[in-house]
């Protein structure tokens, strides 16, 4: 094996989960190389919840992923359907009445759990495993899925509070 994953081996072992095609490298923020500690994941036909546990563990083990699934979305309808005369829709069609409905395929909750400060710091936004695991989770999940991120620190690990600007964990 090579640095990088540059090697014919691992150039294969790559292309079985899809990122061995030529032009791939340049499309993910991310070195395709960080994939190969994932293969036995990305190559199940599905995303599970092991999948986004195993991409947090490779990041930061001293993080706990917790995963809800389904995590309903409101989602607004602009062509609304009604009983009137103009847009008339049978209730047998299912016609969903009103502005608004819940959509609850899309998206998964992940909630991080750490006692650990420095990977604390590192799960805020900007952080560099915050950045990380946006990067990992848009390659596995693809772009239809999405995720919702919760941090969750015990009260020790945060600051005093007060006014001002200071040290955010």
């Excluded at 986004?52 to 359907?81: F, Y």
């Amino acid at each position: 094996f090579e640095a990088g994953g540059r090697d014919a081996t691992s150039q294969c072992l790559l292309g079985l989960v899809g990122l061995g095609i030529p032009g791939t490298a340049e499309q993910v923020a991310t070195p395709v190389s960080r994939f190969l500690a994932l293969l036995g994941t990305m190559r199940l036909p599905t995303r599970n919840a092991e999948g986004i546990r195993a991409l947090v563990s490779l990041l930061a083990p001293n993080t706990r992923a917790i995963i809800t699934e389904p995590d309903p979305v409101k989602v607004h309808i602009d062509n609304r359907s009604g009983l009137g005369a103009q847009n008339r829709i049978r209730l047998s069609q299912r016609a969903t009445l009103g502005k608004t409905a819940k959509e609850a395929c899309s998206r998964v909750l992940v909630t991080l759990e750490t006692e650990d400060p420095e990977e604390a710091e590192g799960w805020l936004p900007g952080g560099f495993l915050h950045t990380d695991l946006l990067v990992l989770l848009r390659v596995y999940l693809g772009y239809r899925s999405d995720a919702r991120l919760r941090l969750t620190v015990p009260v020790r690990l945060l600051p005093e509070p007060r006014l001002g600007k200071g040290r955010r964990i």
